[in-house]
């Protein structure tokens, strides 16, 4: 039953819409692997909208879950009951994020099984009138070139590895990692921009004489750091699969990335405007400082 459902629910469509894709894109799967991750991130954005907008409720109710952690910290059941209440109250729902995060987890599995499907020739579950759209009936062979590159090859497979062919595949492995690190970065320097904390700010705490440490704000530190490393570490692992991996799955994890800032600046375009500002300041101070040295 299971298997039905994935192959005809889910695996099929997407399956012909990205042959779809592939021959109106002049029988070219890399820019159909392009325009299939954007297409996917910007009809998951009304998912992705409610998930922000749940996030903000619970920011909103930090304050009071605080206050009610203290009152009711040596009776837990009491305080189960009193969060329950104040989530039902503002229509926050702690389990909804499974609602948006679970879609999005469900595509990316999808897509990537679909095009490396198609990366192998595998065409099982496409449609007659899509298989007679593409080529009228006749036997299909993908055209795997895009941009000057064999979209099947893998850089570990290549002889030699670093002479000129095999140093560019290498150089797509590394264009994935350094796409994904941008894009957390672009979007964290995009973020502080809605913290409301203006630099300002920062300099009279840095003035004020200084507290002791509260146990939340060393939580608040160490998941900062975690989020510093992790914006590291996983475009670290992202290069390595890509180095074991053929090339159309590095085109497509770099699509992702540039459909990931591209989510979020829709999202909420005034504030994502702000942010670029942002990012483009701090870019030219740290371009003026270089200069002064």
Not at 97 to 117: A, D, E, K, M, Y
Request: proline share 3%; with cysteine; glycine share 6%.
């Amino acid at each position: 039953m299971f298997g039905w459902i994935w192959q005809n629910i889910f695996y099929n469509p997407i399956l012909n819409i990205s042959m779809v894709l592939y021959h109106a894109f002049g029988d070219n799967l890399g820019w159909a692997i392009i325009v299939l991750a954007i297409l996917f991130r910007l009809l998951l954005l009304p998912l992705v909208k409610k998930q922000n907008e749940m996030s903000k409720k619970m920011a909103t109710l930090k304050p009071q879950l605080d206050a009610l952690q203290k009152k009711y910290a040596n009776n837990k059941e009491k305080l189960s009951q009193e969060q329950i209440k104040l989530y039902r109250k503002v229509g926050y729902n702690p389990l909804g994020c499974l609602t948006t995060v679970l879609p999005q987890f469900l595509i990316v599995i999808i897509l990537s099984n679909v095009i490396r499907n198609i990366g192998i020739n595998n065409l099982s579950g496409m449609y007659p009138f899509v298989h007679n759209f593409i080529s009228g009936g006749n036997e299909i062979s993908v055209n795997m070139g895009f941009l000057g590159i064999d979209l099947t090859k893998i850089f570990t497979q290549i002889d030699p590895r670093f002479g000129k062919e095999g140093i560019t595949y290498l150089a797509l492995s590394l264009i994935v990692g350094l796409s994904q690190f941008a894009a957390s970065k672009i979007t964290m320097v995009m973020q502080k921009n809605l913290t409301g904390q203006s630099q300002t700010k920062k300099k009279e705490d840095k003035k004020k004489k200084k507290k002791p440490t509260t146990e939340e704000e060393t939580l608040q530190k160490v998941q900062e750091g975690l989020g510093k490393s992790t914006s590291f570490i996983l475009p670290a692992m992202t290069v390595f699969f890509a180095i074991k991996m053929p090339a159309y799955l590095s085109v497509y994890w770099i699509a992702q990335s540039l459909a990931l800032v591209l989510q979020y600046m829709i999202l909420d375009w005034d504030k994502s405007k702000k942010g670029v500002q942002n990012l483009f300041t701090q870019l030219k101070k740290k371009k003026e400082s270089k200069t002064e040295k």
